[in-house]
Nanobody, 127 residues
Framework: QVQLVESGGGLVQAGGSLRLSCAAS????????MGWFRQAPEKEREFVAVVSRSGRNRNYLDSVKGRFTISRDNAKNTVYLQMNSLKPEDTAVYYC????????????????????WGRGTQVTVSS
């Protein structure tokens, strides 16, 4: 099972940017589709973005399309989430997740699809 550690969260003003990183260890990173989820206080954890093993397929939550970009570096065992034009409603704990799968272009969006999770990093956007 892969171990995941997120970093890069913090406090930023509305309109600002942050880049989250998720470092993976334990199993072959390139065997996993990688996703980001977030959970705001008193809300369910929701899907934000996913990138397939190959990097060819990406899916995004509608409200972050055009503002967030997910990418991966298989040589560094790391997945990134570049977040631009941040809004107060983006405030949440952001979690990295991994899905082991044989299909290189598989890019799932359901929380139930992911078997490995990090502990999360807090992102706070002030108005």
């Amino acid at each position: 099972q892969v171990q995941l550690v997120e970093s890069g969260g913090g406090l930023v003003q509305a309109g600002g940017s942050l880049r989250l990183s998720c470092a993976a260890s334990g199993r072959t990173f390139s065997s996993y589709a990688m996703g980001w989820f977030r959970q705001a206080p008193e809300k369910e954890r929701e899907f934000v973005a996913v990138v397939s093993r190959s990097g060819r397929n990406r899916n995004y939550l509608d409200s972050v399309k055009g503002r967030f970009t997910i990418s991966r570096d298989n040589a560094k065992n790391t997945v990134y989430l570049q977040m631009n034009s941040l809004k107060p409603e983006d405030t949440a704990v952001y979690y990295c997740a991994a899905k082991l799968h044989s299909f290189q272009d598989y890019a799932p969006t359901s929380r139930a699809d992911f078997g490995s999770w990090g502990r999360g990093t807090q992102v706070t956007v002030s108005s």
